[in-house]
RNA sequence: GUGGCCGUAGCUCAAAGGUAGAGUCCGGGGUUGUGAUCCCCGUUGUUGUGGGUUCGAGUCCCAUCGGCCACCCCA
């Protein structure tokens, strides 16, 4: 019989793995709640509608990567969520989140997007998002940003830099789409079909292009900061103001487009050059727009997501694999007489706080003890040895060495808890 | 979705068309300080899968699945 596999592209993460996700996990939602940010959990299934409206017709999530069904029971459309943002908004919209003023939430969890796997990318992969709900100003925008600087210094990440963006208000974005359109055709011959396709539906993607030909007749077309009016500027100005009072480094990155619809003004990406191809460790911005495009009343919101297992794929590069937890006892038993005490010892001490393993299954004493020294436990208590009186359990240190006494259960828990 | 490289024991890797191996791990025993080191013995494979070429395929060819990397995209 064949063995059947993990689905590709959606991966176990086993001990001692684990342990640094759970270190990392602990780290982030401490710090979350420290900025005052509360916990959300919406469902890992949506109605697909969700996404279409909110990241957009034209974007690769919707057109390609999205897992999307029919449930025949109840004739509905649904998906496995693709990012966040969009469910929290929903979210917030259907429960009336906003109603006694802004909001600011984080959540995390799975995320599916059908994509061919690498590096940094996979089908099924883990996200924190943080979302600001009906927060107006470059404050919020700027406390987001800086924010994750400190993230990234408390995890010990120094290497991670930061790139920032406007990208203006949909009015103005639109002029600036109409000339850019008109720009890329003039040179249409000089542009891959990637660009070509893109013309008319998501023209502005191609400003990132990494095709040389594609860069230059980018490089010479009309810069969306020359469409941006006052009130967007100002904006820009007070994030980059903020940024330099917290000391936050940041390079203006022209180019820098989301691939998701709902942004406006304000975007951001937190990248590092230690993932290969996929270096954006975190990625966010403003979206004023979302909660009308989802059927909300207008509401100004900020957010930005992080991708775990790039994060985890650093710390675990920069070497800090927390240790394992030490068990206080490893329990021995000689005879099946023996395992009967021993089961009654190891409930008894575990019921006074203390972290016991008891060896299960046979094996010869060495063996026994092999797995003891192996558990990394500071103790091996051993039952039902020859010389033992009865009722006696041998004490034997596993770290420094010293000489094994005998004690009456009683007398371990002290011992244990002193040592 | 497109292209390149790669799939051998649980893990790390040998075997350049001619009997599938080593280290590690695991199990038993010996030395010992009932643990480490050291010594002896033992288990582990449809060589990812399915076809083909050949007297003979882990090795060559095709397909397929999976992994890695890049494109693409994004967290």
Same mark, same amino acid.
């Given at each position: 019989?064949?063995?059947?596999?993990?689905?590709?592209?959606?991966?176990?993460?086993?001990?001692?793995?684990?342990?640094?996700?759970? &270190?990392?996990?602990?780290?982030?939602?401490?710090?979350?709640?420290? +900025? *005052?940010?509360?916990?959300?959990?919406?469902?890992?299934?949506?109605?697909?509608?969700?996404?279409?409206?909110?990241?957009?017709?034209?974007?690769?999530?919707? &057109?390609?990567?999205?897992?999307?069904?029919?449930?025949?029971?109840?004739?509905?459309?649904?998906?496995?969520?693709?990012? *966040?943002?969009? %469910?929290?908004?929903?979210?917030? @919209?259907? +429960?009336?989140?906003?109603?006694?003023?802004?909001?600011?939430?984080?959540?995390?969890?799975?995320?599916?997007?059908?994509?061919?796997? /690498?590096?940094?990318?996979?089908?099924?992969?883990?996200? $924190? =998002?943080? &979302?600001?709900?009906?927060?107006?100003?470059?404050? @919020?925008?700027?406390?987001?940003?800086?924010?994750?600087?400190?993230?990234?210094?408390?995890?010990?990440?120094?290497?991670?830099?930061?790139?920032?963006?406007? @990208?203006?208000?949909?009015?103005?974005?639109?002029?600036?789409?109409?000339?850019?359109?008109? +720009?890329?055709? /003039?040179?249409?011959?000089?542009?891959?079909?990637?660009?070509?396709?893109?013309?008319?539906?998501?023209?502005?993607?191609?400003?990132?292009?990494?095709?040389?030909?594609?860069?230059?007749?980018?490089?010479?077309?009309? %810069?969306?900061? /020359?469409?941006?009016?006052?009130?967007?500027?100002? +904006?820009?100005?007070?994030?980059?103001?903020?940024?330099?009072?917290?000391?936050?480094?940041?390079?203006?990155?022209?180019?820098?487009?989301?691939?998701?619809? $709902?942004?406006?003004?304000?975007?951001? &990406?937190?990248? %590092?050059?230690?993932?290969?191809?996929?270096?954006?460790?975190?990625?966010?911005?403003?979206?004023?727009?979302?909660?009308? /495009?989802?059927?909300?009343?207008?509401?100004?919101?900020?957010?930005?997501?992080?991708?775990?297992?790039?994060?985890?794929?650093?710390?675990?590069?920069? =070497?800090?694999?927390?240790?394992?937890?030490?068990?206080?006892?490893?329990v021995?038993?000689?005879?099946?007489?023996?395992?009967?005490a021993?089961?009654?010892l190891?409930?008894?001490?575990?019921?006074?706080?203390?972290?016991?393993?008891?060896?299960?299954?046979?094996?010869?004493?060495?063996?026994?003890?092999?797995?003891?020294?192996?558990?990394?436990?500071?103790?091996?208590l051993l039952l039902?040895?020859?010389?033992l009186?009865?009722g006696e359990v041998s004490l034997?240190?596993?770290?420094? =060495?010293?000489?094994?006494?005998r004690h009456k259960p009683?007398?371990l828990?002290? @011992?244990?808890?002193?040592?």
């Open positions: 019989m064949t063995p059947i596999r993990a689905v590709r592209g959606m991966n176990d993460i086993l001990p001692p793995e684990t342990a640094l996700w759970r &270190e990392f996990e602990a780290k982030v939602e401490d710090w979350l709640e420290r +900025h *005052g940010y509360r916990n959300i959990r919406m469902p890992v299934v949506e109605p697909t509608q969700l996404f279409r409206r909110a990241i957009g017709e034209a974007t690769d999530i919707v &057109e390609k990567e999205m897992y999307s069904w029919r449930d025949e029971l109840n004739d509905e459309q649904l998906t496995l969520r693709p990012e *966040g943002t969009a %469910s929290c908004v929903r979210a917030a @919209i259907e +429960h009336s989140l906003v109603y006694d003023g802004p909001k600011r939430l984080w959540y995390g969890g799975p995320m599916y997007r059908h994509e061919r796997p /690498q590096k940094g990318r996979y089908r099924q992969f883990h996200q $924190y =998002g943080v &979302e600001a709900l009906g927060f107006p100003g470059p404050d @919020i925008d700027a406390e987001h940003i800086a924010m994750c600087a400190a993230l990234w210094r408390e995890l010990g990440l120094e290497e991670v830099r930061l790139e920032l963006n406007t @990208i203006g208000s949909s009015e103005e974005r639109a002029r600036y789409r109409a000339d850019l359109v008109r +720009h890329l055709q /003039q040179h249409e011959d000089r542009l891959d079909a990637d660009a070509r396709r893109r013309l008319h539906t998501n023209p502005l993607r191609t400003l990132d292009s990494k095709n040389a030909g594609v860069q230059e007749v980018v490089a010479s077309a009309p %810069s969306l900061m /020359q469409y941006l009016g006052e009130a967007s500027l100002a +904006h820009f100005d007070g994030v980059k103001r903020l940024l330099a009072a917290a000391g936050v480094e940041y390079r203006v990155n022209p180019r820098l487009v989301r691939g998701l619809d $709902y942004y406006n003004l304000t975007v951001f &990406e937190w990248i %590092s050059d230690r993932l290969g191809a996929q270096g954006t460790v975190c990625g966010g911005g403003r979206y004023d727009g979302l909660f009308t /495009q989802l059927g909300g009343k207008p509401t100004p919101a900020t957010g930005f997501a992080m991708g775990n297992e790039r994060i985890v794929a650093l710390l675990a590069d920069a =070497g800090r694999t927390p240790a394992p937890p030490v068990p206080d006892a490893y021995l038993w000689h005879g099946e007489a023996a395992l009967e021993a089961f009654r190891a409930q008894e001490l575990r019921g006074h706080g203390l972290r016991v393993v008891l060896h299960a299954g046979g094996g010869s004493l060495k063996s026994q003890m092999r797995r003891a020294d192996a558990s990394g436990a500071r103790f091996a039902g040895e020859e010389e009186g009865a034997k240190p596993l770290r420094e =060495g010293a000489a094994q006494t009683g007398h828990v002290n @011992i244990l808890k002193g040592a």
